[in-house]
């Protein structure tokens, strides 16, 4: 059973708001992510500059994905007894430096003493045109950005004890924000890849009741690897050139695989979750 699903669905009879990556009231969307040692990472495989901007980055990661551009911040932090005025330096910096880059504000949450480091990040973010997950139509092609499988990669080299590069995507996601925005017009549905690209792909299948024909096979390596937050998303075959055209400005790297049918699509990879 997974129980990240079971529980989501305990709250969806009540309201329309659950089911994307984030959840749009007017023009504003509200994401929030967990980020908690020895559930997400460990602190021997990061620095805390480097663990606080990834928390702030996989929760942009969703923003993005909806067509919204982060405002402000929310931050709960749940702080070792044992950290020094050093390690909080640290741990700042990284969410600053993420909030500079990205022009968002910081505006608050709340800190509490813990025996090892959680941190939990809410995203305000403000749209014009909301992208959901349930706007795929028949024959739309399905695509994702970057290359994937290099998380999964990386997540097994770390459980050896080996070192990552600093630009590993485990440790500092890519995100596309930028080139996203511009072609937002031409997408019908979208999200980011955060469990992999099976499981995206399952979801997607049951909001929009479609199933999916593949132009070639996917190893499993690549559509199981999580934490990979490229995006994935639809659009008519009339907009090819011009995303393809766009994302050549951007330098952003394309894969179509996919042509939405009638049917549905299961994923086989095991559940990574609790």
Same mark, same amino acid.
């Given at each position: 059973?997974?129980?990240?699903? #079971?529980?989501?669905?305990? #709250? ?9 990556? $984030?959840?749009?009231?007017? !023009? ?6 967990? #980020? ?5 990472? *460990?602190?021997e495989?990061?620095?805390? !500059? ?22 402000y ?5 749940? +702080? ?5 005025k ?11 430096e ?13 800190? +509490? %003493?813990?025996? !090892? ?18 706007g +795929?139509?028949k ?5 994702y950005?970057g ?9 097994? !080299?770390?459980?050896? $004890?080996? *070192?990552?590069?600093?630009? %590993? ?28 690209? #099976? ?13 999916? &024909? ?11 690897? $999580? &934490? ?5 998303f639809?659009f &008519?075959?009339?907009?090819? &050139? ?6 050549k ?6 894969? +179509? ?5 009638? $049917? ?11």
């Open positions: 059973m997974n129980k990240e699903d #079971f529980f989501i669905k305990q #709250f969806i009879s009540n309201t329309k708001l659950i089911g994307d990556d $984030g959840a749009v009231i007017g !023009k504003w969307v509200y994401s929030n992510d967990a #980020f908690f040692e020895n559930v997400h990472f *460990k602190k495989w990061m620095s805390l !500059k480097e663990i606080a901007r990834k928390a702030m980055l996989v929760n942009i990661s969703d923003a993005i994905a909806m067509n919204a551009k982060p405002k911040a929310l931050l709960t932090v749940a +702080i070792p007894k044992d950290y020094s050093s390690d909080l330096k640290s741990l700042a910096k990284g969410f600053k993420v909030a500079k880059e990205f022009d968002l504000e910081i505006i608050g949450g709340d800190t +509490i %003493s813990n025996e !090892k480091l959680d941190i939990s990040v809410t995203i305000i973010s403000k749209t014009k045109k909301p992208i959901l997950r349930s +795929i139509k024959d739309d092609l399905l695509c950005t290359t994937l499988g290099t998380s999964k990669r990386d997540l097994e !080299k770390l459980f050896k $004890g080996e *070192k990552l590069s600093k630009e %590993s995507k485990f440790i500092r996601p890519k995100l596309h924000g930028e080139f996203f925005y511009k072609i937002s017009k031409y997408v019908n549905a979208s999200m980011d890849i955060s469990d992999g690209l #099976f499981f995206e792909l399952e979801r997607m299948s049951k909001q929009n009741s479609v199933g999916f &024909e593949f132009f070639e096979k996917i190893d499993k390596e690549v559509g199981c690897s $999580g &934490e990979e937050y490229e995006l994935l639809s &008519e075959e009339k907009y090819k &050139e011009k995303i393809e055209k766009i994302a400005k951007y330098d952003v790297p394309l894969t +179509i695989f996919a042509k939405a049918v009638k $049917g549905k699509y299961s994923c086989e990879c095991a559940n990574h979750h609790f």
